[in-house]
């Protein structure tokens, strides 16, 4: 074993987005493409030297290879101590857990959250700080200088450390510890969530499906919701994650989780039906006969949250994207609570938990989480739903739709353009900022634009502002259009077009999302000239 440097030279590429540095596989596999990132991450966490550091990934392709080449790099960059998930798998939100439990100073997690695996998918490196959420904008920024000027990097020439066995390795001054990838996380949720309410609701007949869709929630559902819970085998479905997700595009919604839709809206659904995605930070919600929108799901946690023992005491706050749907606001006022509406990214949140001033917060694309960890959390809000169940003992359809009953109901969906050419996405986003002073008093489809502003978030605890965050478009009749570019893709660029219309009258509750939202789909494609700049005559994908 040596410790070697290698040189080295830049990829003008290395630049992290939201969520780390995305790319496809064949991206990643240049040589010296990952050793240049992971080295430039190091170079930028100051205080290294004698630290902790978390390590593990979603289990795509590639993982194992990339695992061994981060672990080798951090014990020959001055981290003391190494923690690994068993067969180089973690969970996002059980890095997040793990970070903060034993004060690792952060945790590299390999993954590209949603987005398919396999050899011609996606791949993902980011890098989580000391407090356990994704690392904050001035740090990807050092990162990615680091990588234009980078000229070697440092790695131990080692043989591999045997990932499958729990145990200890010294490699140079480093100790690299395999560690069991559920254990810790079981134990955070149970102080959380009411285990023994859960179990007797299970013996008491309750049957639900989760599908883990071949990605890392598979061994954390298993163990909890089959192991702990007593819920029946077979409960969790496409259990064991696989390198190309055994197909599936792991990505919890009513598009890409069809076999569960299927199920749950068919004849034999059970109780409860729920999913999660690549890395484990997203959940799906579906009720027998009825999808939960991640918008409601938010809503209907933050009225029930207080039945759960890590809740009791009532929540400080609630936090959601601006493109999230505005229920989880009326609960807010309800209760007498704070709500706040931030950027898209889970980083905004962070700042909002560590000062205490939210406890739950979520966002449309599926993320749910709580004061907890610092990264949302799939498999945590299907337990604060199980526990709710437990408490309520009442189907989870009617539970939704008293909700909707007490609150009114938020009619909501998103279009997605994928792919599309990233200048005719930029044009299109260009004309609304120019049309916008123009828009109050117009009418499109039948409504009545009300306001509209690119919306620009100025961050409560450190007043920080980040401006153009996304066209909000309010028309009179209570709807809203947003618009905005996805941040994750791997290829082109995606539009989001973000669909909602609030309505008050029960009796109008049973309408399809398609007839409620018709009229707001027709203002949005013709106020921002959708067809026309994206030559596309349909979304890729309505969830
Ligand atoms: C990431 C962020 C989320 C955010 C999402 C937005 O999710 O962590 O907070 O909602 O991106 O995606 P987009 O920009 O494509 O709309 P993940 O699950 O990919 O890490």
Request: aromatic share 8%; charged share 20%; with cysteine.
């Amino acid at each position: 074993m040596t410790l070697t440097q290698v040189s080295t030279t830049p990829f003008p590429d290395q630049k992290p987005g939201t969520s780390g540095l995305r790319k496809k596989v064949p991206v990643f596999q240049q040589p010296n493409y990952v050793e240049n990132f992971v080295q430039a991450i190091f170079d930028t966490v100051e205080e290294r030297e004698g630290a902790t550091l978390v390590v593990g990934g979603d289990g795509r392709f590639f993982n194992r290879e990339v695992i061994q080449t981060v672990l080798k790099m951090a014990a020959a960059s001055g981290f003391s101590r190494i923690l690994v998930g068993q067969r180089g798998l973690l969970s996002t939100p059980a890095a997040s857990c793990l970070i903060r439990k034993y004060k690792a100073i952060g945790g590299v997690v390999l993954s590209a959250s949603h987005n398919p695996g396999g050899p011609d998918g996606d791949f993902g490196i980011k890098f989580n700080v000391s407090h356990g959420g994704p690392a904050p904008e001035t740090f990807t920024d050092a990162v990615f200088q680091r990588t234009q000027s980078i000229t070697h990097y440092r790695t131990h020439r080692a043989s591999d450390i045997d990932l499958d066995v729990l145990g200890e390795t010294r490699l140079g001054n480093a100790t690299i510890q395999v560690i069991d990838s559920v254990a810790d996380y079981t134990e955070l949720m149970e102080t959380l969530v009411d285990f023994d309410k859960i179990a007797a609701l299970f013996v008491s007949g309750f049957r639900m499906r989760f599908d883990a869709l071949s990605a890392v929630t598979g061994p954390y559902a298993k163990a909890i919701l089959e192991g702990r819970l007593g819920a029946p085998a077979g409960t969790v479905v496409n259990g064991e994650p696989k390198p190309d997700f055994g197909g599936h595009h792991p990505d919890p919604n009513p598009v890409h989780a069809h076999d569960l839709m299927d199920l749950m809206l068919g004849p034999d659904a059970p109780d409860f039906g729920a999913a999660s995605d690549g890395d484990g930070d997203r959940n799906m919600i579906v009720a027998p006969g009825l999808f939960v929108t991640p918008s409601d799901s938010l809503a209907i946690l933050t009225a029930h949250a207080h039945l759960a023992p890590g809740y009791a005491q009532g929540l400080a706050g609630v936090a959601r994207s601006m493109p999230t749907s505005r229920a989880a606001d009326r609960v807010a006022a309800k209760l007498g609570i704070r709500a706040f509406e931030t950027p898209t990214g889970w980083k905004f949140f962070a700042n909002l938990l560590d000062a205490g001033l939210v406890t739950l917060c979520g966002e449309e694309s599926a993320g749910t989480g709580s004061n907890h960890i610092r990264e949302k959390d799939g498999l945590w809000a299907v337990l604060l739903w199980l526990n709710i169940l437990a408490e309520l003992k009442k189907p989870a359809d009617k539970i939704v739709r008293e909700h909707w009953a007490a609150f009114g109901r938020d009619y909501y969906a998103r279009h997605d353009y994928e792919e599309i050419e990233t200048t005719r996405a930029d044009a299109l986003m260009a004309h609304l900022r120019e049309i916008l002073p123009s828009l109050p008093g117009q009418v499109f489809g039948g409504l009545t634009v009300e306001a509209c502003d690119d919306f620009a978030y100025t961050d409560p605890v450190d007043g920080s502002v980040t401006p153009r965050q996304g066209i909000r478009i309010l028309f009179k009749e209570d709807a809203r259009a947003v618009f905005r570019l996805s941040g994750t893709g791997t290829a082109g660029a995606t539009l989001r077009v973000y669909l909602e219309r609030f309505e008050p009258d029960p009796r109008r509750h049973d309408l399809s999302r398609q007839d409620a939202l018709s009229a707001v789909a027709e203002a949005a494609n013709t106020l921002a000239k959708i067809g026309e700049f994206t030559g596309r005559s349909a979304p890729s994908v309505i969830t």
